[in-house]
Structures are given as structure tokens and as C-alpha cells.
């Protein structure tokens, strides 16, 4: 199975801050068709995963343009500018390019 | 409005059984693959089983944790998704997520204690 680190574990951020999650996978995420099945999601506490970003870089309906991915072939980043309150709590990374898809351990963003 | 609702979490035995049913609307459910994903306390995500929609055949795909003991099925015409599990394990306690790539429910929790 692929295997998903994200780095680091836990995040401390101000306010207004920029936060910066590493995805890194043990083999490639481009599929036979060209594509890259790596996703974003967020886990607010007490609540289930949305999905953030899609396809490494795309921002799923209603995310603001604070959210941000990037990467190719094994190495993947998000990227959140002006940190809010609202964007606290455990970001994960996902790969659906092979089979079983799998997910990264998850990165905490917390409040400094 | 997209909604997944999960229904049938309970605390059981181990080696007991449960079902877990999830109810989709408000999206195209025919055309998605769905999942359960499970969340054990404190924990990260894992995938459980998936099955495909019918344009892929309805293809299966179950953890090695859980194979042999859990079943994924779905009804198209009631837009249901359902996870039969028997011969339950302690480790098995988790909330469990239906979920549709972008779209998840709530979740349903799943206790198996003595």
C-alpha cells in the first residue's frame, strides 16, 4: 500500500500566520491517465473530514483562495495564508490513485 | 443540499454483528463510489471498504483488517450504502463515515466491549 507521511504532526500558528503541511509519498501519485489523485482535507473538532483541495491544487467549492496546494510525482504541500480561527484542527492528506487509497497520518494546526 | 446520514452504530459483544446503513441525497449517488471510512478514538482516518458505482461493475475493496468479516453493499434505487459487519473486534470500535470523496456523513459509532 502507499504510504502517506505528513509532516510535521502538529502545527503552532498565529493569527494572520501562514501554515505549511508536507505531504510525501513512497511512490508516485501520477496515474496511468496523467492525473494525480492527492487531496486535502480539514477535520474540525467534533466534526467530519471536508475536502479542501483535489487533484493537488484545486480548491473544492466554497474554500477560500487562503488555502493553496502544490507538488507533483511524491512531494505535496498545502499552504494556508492568514490563518483564521476557523482553520483549526487536523489536516490530512489522501491518495486515490492507487488502490487501496490511503490517508497521512494527519497534521494538528493549533493556535500559538 | 448534500446529505449522507449513517444509521446503526451500537456497543455489541465481540464476535457480535451490526449494520451500519448510510442514506445519500442531494448528489448524483449512481454515479459515485462510495466508502466507509472509520475513526478510532483519538486516531487518523483509515479506509474500510469501498464499492464502485455500476459503471465499474460495483468492484469491492476491503482492509485486510476487516476482510472476511465485513461486507460493503449498496442499493442504487433507495441511494443507500451499507457495511455488514460480524465477528466484531474490540479494534473494530470506531466512528464510522460514509462517505463520497467530497461528501460525508456524521458518522455512526460502533463500541465492542464485554
Known sequence: ?112 | EVQLVESGGGLVQPKGSLKLSCAASGFDFNSYGMSWVRQAPGKGLDLVADISSKSYNYATYYADSVKDRFTISRDDSQSMVYLQMDNLKTEDTALYYCTAFAYWGQGTLVTVSS
Open chain 1, 1 to 112: 500500500d502507499v504510504v502517506l507521511t505528513q509532516t510535521p504532526v502538529s502545527l503552532l500558528i498565529s493569527l494572520g500566520g501562514q501554515a505549511s503541511i508536507s505531504c510525501r509519498s513512497s511512490q508516485s501519485l501520477v496515474h496511468s491517465n496523467g492525473n494525480t489523485y492527492l487531496h486535502w482535507y480539514l477535520q474540525k473538532p467534533g466534526q467530519s473530514p471536508q475536502l479542501l483541495i483535489y487533484q493537488v491544487s484545486n480548491r473544492f467549492s466554497g474554500i477560500p483562495d487562503r488555502f493553496s496546494g502544490s507538488g507533483s510525482g511524491t512531494d505535496f504541500t498545502l499552504k494556508i495564508s492568514r490563518v483564521e480561527p476557523e482553520d483549526l484542527g487536523v489536516y490530512y492528506c489522501l491518495q486515490r490513485t492507487h488502490n487501496p487509497w490511503t490517508f497521512g497520518g494527519g497534521t494538528k494546526l493549533e493556535l500559538k
